[in-house]
């Protein structure tokens, strides 16, 4: 008797499709910034199925005080590392400071890199009315958009300072607008960053679209926060990312053991593995 063995499980592939049934049913999602593939790989493991390639990737890795300071030709390194990581993973792009801004061709063009070299299944942007054109145009290339609204930090040097979203009706009232608005021009999705709870609560309930909150409250369909703030590896982080773990401390112990372990003159002396031939 021949015994039948089953066939593998292969993964899913998680795709727009899969966010907006995850809405549909009321299910809500996890989501984390990622910048390399080793990490995607133990992101998707830990059950992560949404991964931002995120442009604050300029600070994380890069070192630098903002997020203006992220080369396109990085992001899109990045982007490919992290969907070699987690190939069934739904793979966000951020399109980084003045990829996007010249023009409608511009932005087009640099999208579609995002997608082709990239791999992405998305791209994100830092939107206000003045970008309905470009998303339009960027949708019309069959490339989903996702419109960034509330707190835009590649504004900072204009603002002088992070602007929580959303604080009096009128501001309320703009947000909803320009939401609408965007969904309209045709975005796939909405993230709203550092906003009130009844500005993002507002926002849901007047899109049929998925909404992504990045400190906005809990009416969010999905929610994302920055990998380094959640594992405890940044000095400062923000109110709606509290770390998890320890994550600084733990490195800081390892590498004190490891610095103690070849100080001594012990490491390999009795275990090195590779011999001499017969």
């Not at 409250?217 to 590896?233: E, K």
């Amino acid at each position: 008797m021949v015994r039948r063995t089953r066939p593998p499980v292969v993964p899913q592939r998680i795709t727009l499709r899969t966010i907006r049934q995850w809405v549909k049913a009321g299910q809500k999602f996890p989501m984390l910034t990622c910048y390399d593939a080793t990490t995607a790989r133990w992101l998707w493991r830990g059950g992560i199925q949404v991964l931002l390639a995120g442009d604050s990737a300029a600070q994380m890795i890069l070192g630098f005080d903002d997020t203006i300071h992220a080369p396109l030709d990085f992001m899109v390194a990045i982007t490919a590392a992290v969907r070699r990581g987690a190939p069934e993973a739904f793979v966000m792009a951020d399109m980084p400071f003045l990829s996007y801004h010249e023009s409608d061709a511009q932005a087009v063009a640099n999208a579609g890199r995002f997608m082709t070299e990239g791999q992405a299944d998305a791209v994100k942007m830092e939107v206000d009315e003045s970008f309905l054109s470009t998303v339009r145009h960027v949708t019309r290339a069959a490339i989903p958009v996702v419109a960034h609204i509330g707190w835009r930090p590649q504004s900072l040097h204009r603002t002088g300072t992070a602007v929580v979203a959303g604080r009096t009706r009128d501001k309320i009232t703009q947000l909803v607008n320009l939401a609408q608005a965007l969904q309209d021009a045709g975005a796939a999705m909405l993230l709203i960053e550092a906003s009130t709870a009844e500005a993002s609560a507002e926002i849901v309930a007047k899109v049929s679209i998925p909404v992504i909150g990045c400190g906005a409250g809990p009416a969010c369909h999905g929610h994302v926060v920055i990998l380094q703030d959640w594992l405890g590896l940044t000095d400062w982080h923000p109110a709606f990312a509290p770390a998890a773990v320890d994550g600084g401390r733990f490195i800081q112990e390892a590498a004190a053991r490891w610095g103690k372990l070849v100080r001594s003159g012990s490491y390999l002396k009795k275990d090195h593995p590779y011999k001499l031939s017969e």
